[in-house]
């Protein structure tokens, strides 16, 4: 139990800010994950993540296939000082082969900032995750990216957002032009244009401002765009609310900034707008109540495993959203699942894959345990009290391949990565309970690639990628024991296990698991599991 005062403690938790950054692929989220931490003073210089062969690649893109590829395949977890606040930022991939990692990351967060293209608009990977935001009553802050380039016009953007993501969007910012005629921003709040001037990969001095939009200055160097940014300004004033900070934390409103990533432009007002308006640590669910973060006691879930950060300590780390309370470093720390007791003498907090050892931390934080072992998703850690935090989500695979491994005398090698992969949820990993062979399941086909990828560089394993008949996949369970056992008997050639030892039932077709339902009404099948040591009776049938 933590000694600090409780009006000390919090203080220290109304000082945090957790948020993830969400879009589409290609939409300009690394890049502004990159200058987020350079206008924080966290990095000095920005990486690029679409030069494959650049020295240098984006802080949040460590794995090697991310820096081949140019994309995130895995989320990434930074935390920088700005501003008097500790701000916890989570970059996710954005292409939906991963969206599995971008869930659970979502169920660690208190807001959500989310990047337009504004190109392209609202596409459909950035529609799913909006949708599981809205589901959690995430807050979300959204970006328009790309104003450098030709683009769609703002108030056709605008009313996309409202049409397609179903809440009120409410303009903080509006831009003059675009592309080769992009000349700044409009702040709406404080009536003043900052001028845009072509950024780089290092901060550049003080953006130029210019009071007033009807300020004569203004009219002499950019009538033809001012012009036409008055004129849409009008039409908002009429037609858009005003901004309501209750509407935003319900979920109602989202506040819409516009500017370009790659140019430095638009970066320190989404930064500010984390601070101002995003909420602080909010109460966390656990099957025994909520969990409020001013708490005395430390409590925290695990929301995501990483394997091999450190490729020549074959490590992995446990990654930690504190609920409650204090963590001091040293400090024994129960997982409730299995009763065992950890120590935390080399917890860290992360700048990407670089790590820092640290000494405390609070609601809202993200920390990092180094570990063998014995530690699984969904997982809760107190300083001894019974609980569990609910809602870290396990989708049912629709893509299923067999693999092998090469060389016979790699055999050993090629489960310990398996497995490995399947505890951080990279992949899912069924074992059979008849045959030898291992299955991959997957919600994408790049999964598959990137788990031979890594068994390859991270587990010196070379595995050959099979086809597999199963397209269907359900976990099953039942009260009645003896009826679970008769179903096992009658099924054991289409059973398997995962990662998680959850009893799973594996079919060709859809038309066959519907089969197989109907003929075992007393069993209940699951397209979605929570943690293991929870009842699968509260997901989703």
Not at 160 to 172: D, I, N, Q
Not at 366 to 383: A, F, K, M, V, Y
Request: hydrophobic share 40%; aromatic share 6%; proline share 5%.
């Amino acid at each position: 139990m933590t000694d600090l005062p409780t009006q000390v403690l919090s203080e220290r938790v109304r000082q945090r800010r957790t948020f993830a950054i969400i879009s589409h692929p290609d939409a300009g989220k690394t890049t502004l994950t990159e200058k987020l931490l350079l206008f924080a003073g966290a990095i000095q210089i920005a990486g690029s993540v679409k030069a494959r062969k650049a020295a240098r690649h984006a802080t949040s893109d460590w794995m090697e296939i991310e820096k081949q590829r140019g994309i995130s395949v895995a989320s990434s977890v930074m935390q920088i000082d700005y501003r008097g606040h500790v701000i916890n930022l989570l970059d996710t991939p954005g292409h939906q082969d991963f969206s599995e990692d971008t869930y659970r990351v979502l169920t660690a967060v208190d807001a959500a900032l989310m990047v337009i293209d504004a190109a392209k608009g609202v596409e459909p990977q950035t529609l799913r995750l909006l949708e599981v935001c809205r589901s959690r009553g995430t807050p979300i802050i959204t970006f328009v990216n790309k104003l450098d380039r030709e683009v769609r016009p703002p108030l056709e953007l605008m009313d996309e957002l409202e049409r397609v993501l179903g809440m009120s969007a409410v303009p903080m910012s509006w831009p003059l032009g675009m592309g080769k005629s992009f000349r700044g921003v409009y702040d709406m709040g404080n009536d003043l244009v900052r001028v845009f001037t072509p950024g780089e990969d290092r901060l550049v001095d003080e953006i130029e401002i210019v009071r007033g939009l009807d300020n004569p200055e203004l009219g002499a160097r950019f009538g033809e765009e001012l012009a036409q940014a008055r004129h849409d300004i009008e039409l908002l004033r009429d037609a858009s609310p005003a901004f309501s900070l209750e509407d935003f934390l319900a979920g109602h409103q989202t506040p819409v900034y516009f500017g370009s990533a790659i140019n430095n432009f638009g970066v320190r007002e989404v930064l500010d707008a984390v601070v101002d308006i995003a909420p602080p640590p909010q109460p966390r669910i656990a099957l025994q109540g909520p969990v409020q973060p001013e708490g005395r006691r430390f409590t925290g879930v695990v929301f995501k495993i990483q394997a091999n950060m450190d490729p020549a300590h074959r490590d992995r780390v446990v990654f930690i959203r504190v609920c409650s309370g204090r963590f001091e470093r040293g400090m024994k720390l129960r997982v409730q699942r299995t009763g065992k007791d950890i120590r935390t003498n080399n917890v860290v907090s992360f700048l990407s894959q670089r790590r820092e050892l640290l000494d405390e931390a609070y609601a809202g934080d993200i920390i990092g345990i180094p570990t063998h072992g014995g530690i699984q998703l969904g997982d809760t850690l107190t300083e001894g009290e019974p609980l569990q935090f609910t809602g870290l989500p396990f989708f049912a695979p629709e893509i299923f391949r067999g693999i092998e491994v090469v060389n016979p005398l790699k055999t050993k090698q090629l489960r310990t990565g398996l497995q490995q992969l399947g505890e951080e949820g990279a992949i899912q990993v069924f074992k059979p309970l008849r045959g030898s062979m291992l299955l991959l399941g997957a919600v994408g086909v790049l999964q598959f690639e990137v788990a031979a990828h890594r068994l390859k560089h991270e587990y010196s394993v070379e595995a050959r990628i099979l086809s597999s008949s199963y397209t269907c996949a359900r976990w099953v369970t039942c009260d009645d024991q003896a009826e679970l056992n008769r179903f096992i008997a009658g099924n054991e050639g289409r059973l398997a296990y995962d990662a998680a030892e959850s009893l799973t039932l594996l079919t060709a077709t859809r038309g066959e698991m519907k089969v197989v339902q109907e003929m075992w009404p007393k069993i209940s099948f699951h397209v979605q599991r929570e943690h293991a040591g929870l009842k699968l009776e509260t997901m989703s049938t």
